[in-house]
């Protein structure tokens, strides 16, 4: 049987994605830089260590490659070396490359052209080797507990037990769950309707920034305070701000911006049904794969 070949099998993706191939009786070989999680049975899955931005062990013959880490580096290893008999990619990118295309920060600039750049050399790849490639740009991934997006600010809230919100921050966001993503990529890797696609994929809810950050602050796992702050001083204590991190410069000018995605096409073509932004989700304890949540909200 050939393998299904999961890089960044350890990321935020790849602890949701594992568990759905291992219940399909697929035969799974694993790659990360990091060695395989406390647990885990050797029989069900292959550990394979390595880095796409230094070496990679040569894998087993291999039918489908999932992708789930940095996408540049990815590209440039399948142009180079991937094996003779894949059938199947799917690969993640991030909506970054159209939502940071036009930022005020350079490296977000920057970043933007290298998903664009790496999307383009892995679909002209794939296409030269008559190989049925998909590419998911998803929106701010949860549900880890590692995004350095909301998790951040979750920490925030729950150790100073407040969280400041930005006026006028009406920009909608649709944060997607790991597990959902997950799912995807099982749902679509059959339909021939994705091949040399390109899906925009968002959570199942719209919500505004600040909207989204009152959420975060009613819990669980704690309530915060919800601090209103103008944007203008919140840019002069950003840099001070222990969630700095989360919310650098080229992101405050995107407060008033819509970053949202069209799932429709997800939808049409292979019934992605993601679930809604649950703020118990945030830290890693949220649902598996595959359960459903109630539906609170606007559902798109």
């Given at each position: 049987?050939?393998?299904?070949?999961?890089?960044?099998?350890?990321?935020?993706?790849?602890q949701?994605?594992?568990?759905?191939?291992?219940?399909?009786?697929?035969?799974?070989?694993a790659?990360?830089?990091?060695?395989?999680?406390?647990?885990?049975n050797?029989?069900?899955?292959q550990?394979?260590?390595?880095?796409?931005?230094?070496?990679?062990?040569?894998?087993?013959?291999?039918?489908?490659?999932?992708?789930?880490?940095?996408?540049?580096?990815?590209?440039?290893?399948?142009?180079?070396?991937?094996?003779?008999?894949?059938?199947r990619?799917?690969?993640?990118?991030?909506?970054?490359?159209?939502?940071?295309?036009?930022?005020?920060?350079?490296t977000?600039?920057?970043?933007a052209?290298?998903?664009?750049?790496?999307?383009?050399?892995?679909?002209?790849?794939?296409?030269?080797r008559?190989?049925a490639?998909?590419?998911?740009?998803?929106?701010?991934i949860?549900?880890?507990?590692?995004?350095?997006?909301?998790?951040?600010?979750?920490?925030?809230?729950?150790?100073?037990?407040?969280?400041?919100?930005?006026?006028?921050?009406?920009?909608?966001?649709?944060?997607v769950?790991?597990?959902?993503?997950?799912?995807?990529?099982?749902?679509?890797?059959?339909?021939?309707?994705?091949?040399?696609?390109?899906?925009?994929?968002?959570?199942?809810?719209?919500?505004?920034?600040?909207?989204?950050?009152?959420?975060?602050?009613?819990?669980p796992?704690?309530i915060?305070l919800?601090?209103?702050v103008?944007?203008?001083?919140?840019?002069?204590?950003?840099?001070?701000?222990?969630?700095?991190?989360?919310?650098?410069?080229?992101?405050?000018?995107?407060?008033?911006?819509?970053?949202?995605?069209?799932?429709?096409?997800?939808?049409?073509?292979?019934?992605?049904?993601?679930?809604?932004?649950l703020?118990?989700?945030?830290?890693g304890?949220?649902?598996r794969a595959?359960?459903?949540?109630p539906?609170?909200?606007?559902?798109?």
């Open positions: 049987m050939p393998a299904t070949l999961v890089f960044g099998a350890t990321g935020a993706v790849g949701f994605l594992l568990p759905l191939l291992v219940a399909r009786a697929e035969r799974v070989v790659l990360s830089r990091k060695p395989a999680p406390a647990g885990q050797p029989g069900q899955i550990w394979l260590r390595g880095d796409l931005f230094g070496d990679i062990p040569t894998p087993p013959p291999t039918g489908t490659i999932y992708s789930l880490g940095p996408l540049d580096a990815f590209a440039d290893w399948f142009a180079r070396s991937a094996p003779t008999d894949v059938q990619v799917i690969a993640l990118s991030s909506m970054s490359a159209e939502s940071k295309q036009e930022s005020p920060d350079p977000e600039r920057a970043l052209l290298r998903l664009r750049d790496a999307e383009a050399r892995l679909l002209q790849a794939a296409q030269a008559a190989i490639c998909t590419i998911f740009r998803p929106t701010l949860y549900g880890s507990g590692r995004d350095r997006s909301l998790a951040p600010l979750a920490r925030f809230a729950r150790r100073w037990h407040m969280l400041p919100i930005p006026r006028g921050a009406d920009g909608l966001r649709q944060p769950h790991a597990a959902d993503l997950a799912d995807a990529c099982i749902a679509a890797r059959d339909v021939a309707a994705t091949f040399g696609q390109t899906y925009a994929l968002g959570g199942g809810e719209r919500l505004r920034f600040d909207a989204l950050l009152a959420r975060i602050a009613a819990g796992p704690r915060a919800t601090v209103p103008p944007l203008a001083l919140l840019r002069v204590g950003l840099p001070f701000a222990r969630f700095g991190s989360a919310i650098g410069a080229g992101a405050l000018a995107r407060l008033r911006v819509p970053l949202v995605a069209d799932n429709m096409p997800a939808a049409r073509d292979f019934g992605y049904a993601p679930r809604v932004f703020p118990v989700d945030l830290l304890k949220g649902a595959g359960e459903q949540q539906a609170l909200g606007h559902r798109i």
